[in-house]
T-cell receptor, first 115, second 114 residues
Framework: GAGVSQSPRYKVAKRGQDVALRCDPI?????LFWYQQALGQGPEFLTY????????KSGLPSDRFFAERPEGSVSTLKIQRTQQEDSAVYLC?????????????FGPGTRLTVT | KQEVTQIPAALSVPEGENLVLNCSFT??????LQWFRQDPGKGLTSLLL?????REQTSGRLNASLDKSSGRSTLYIAASQPGDSATYLC?????????????FGKGTRLHILP
């Protein structure tokens, strides 16, 4: 079966532009996570959904970042008025159930470069 | 607040040697611990997942152990090969404050010398 997919794989944006990053989790997976990975660093948590409910958005760095998962499947991470410090790889992961020790499956990431 | 630390940050060893990567975490209230591999410019590949009730997991030349009480995990790689060169990330899924999130270490960059 298909794994987690993300699009686009690469995105170049001029400073001040808005961008939208898409994540297609594995079908039927309840949990969905977004992470931001700066160059040379480990991924850092941004936000977490259980179905369509955004249960934790404590990692979003500013109010320019917004995530949604309206039907409990596909999720979109939107960044408004992009800044150079937003340049990073954005990773999406899904997990079969809600809370618990279930394995996380990661997508390939979207590399965002803000010029 | 859960914190995950990986030591060393970088490691170079000759081909054929056995090696150990270390991961420590500050809070033992975890669901599981997962080791990932990341090649340059690529996503994460899951290597081993250890549930909180388990002590170790093995896959081929890889063995991961978990000591939850001391907040430590190790990834043992036997008979290293140049193809093992990558960044290895440790991640803990924890439920602090009723939140469910995955906290990553900064990784160990491994280089196997041919």
């Amino acid at each position: 079966g298909a794994g987690v997919s993300q699009s686009p794989r690469y995105k170049v944006a001029k400073r001040g532009q808005d961008v939208a990053l898409r994540c297609d989790p594995i079908s039927g997976h309840v949990s969905l996570f977004w992470y931001q990975q700066a160059l040379g660093q480990g991924p850092e948590f941004l936000t977490y959904f259980q179905n369509e409910a955004q249960l934790d958005k404590s990692g979003l760095p500013s109010d320019r970042f917004f995530a949604e998962r309206p039907e409990g499947s596909v999720s979109t991470l939107k960044i408004q008025r992009t800044q150079q410090e937003d340049s990073a790889v954005y990773l999406c992961a899904s997990s079969p159930q809600g809370t618990g020790g279930y394995e996380q499956y990661f997508g390939p990431g979207t590399r965002l470069t803000v010029t | 607040k859960q914190e995950v630390t990986q030591i060393p940050a970088a490691l170079s060893v000759p081909e054929g040697e056995n090696l150990v990567l270390n991961c420590s975490f500050t809070d033992s209230a975890i669901y599981n611990l997962q080791w990932f591999r990341q090649d340059p410019g690529k996503g994460l590949t899951s290597l081993l997942l250890i549930q909180s009730s388990q002590r170790e997991q093995t896959s081929g030349r890889l063995n991961a152990s978990l000591d939850k009480s001391s907040g430590r995990s190790t990834l043992y790689i036997a008979a290293s090969q140049p193809g093992d060169s990558a960044t290895y990330l440790c991640a803990v899924r924890s439920f602090m404050n009723r939140d469910d999130k995955i906290i990553f270490g900064k990784g160990t960059r491994l280089h196997i010398l041919p």
